[in-house]
Nanobody, 124 residues
């Protein structure tokens, strides 16, 4: 069974850090771009960050630039999201996703496989 499994979420105070991981199983996604999205209560799922198949290209939504870093280890079939200087507005369920193509994408429509999500809560 092909699946993505996220981990690393939790409760953290504002200004703190978390590192999310997303492990793919059932097939390799080394030729696919990967992305992180988040969904706050009562809001639509939104783009956070994406990385190209090689890891050489990354792109972030403006609100996390300079604070979050996306990376990948294709040998481990794993994608990471390092989140620093967390703010209460970063609270939400964070989802990992695999794209149909090789380059980074911000559109949710480019992603074909999703994980179950991991909760991130930032307290003030």
């Amino acid at each position: 069974q092909v699946q993505l499994v996220e981990s690393g979420g939790g409760l953290v105070q504002a200004g703190g850090s978390l590192r999310l991981s997303c492990v793919a199983s059932g097939r390799t996604f080394s030729n696919s771009a990967m992305g992180w999205f988040r969904q706050a209560p009562g809001k639509e799922r939104e783009f956070v960050a994406t990385v190209s198949w090689s890891g050489g290209s990354t792109y972030y939504t403006d609100s996390v630039k300079g604070r979050f870093t996306i990376s990948r280890d294709n040998a481990k079939n794993t994608v990471y999201l390092q989140m620093n200087s967390l703010k209460p507005e970063d609270t939400g369920v964070y989802y990992c996703a695999a794209a149909r193509g090789a380059f980074g994408y911000s559109s949710i429509n480019e992603y074909i496989l999703w994980g179950q999500g991991t909760q991130v809560t930032v307290s003030s």
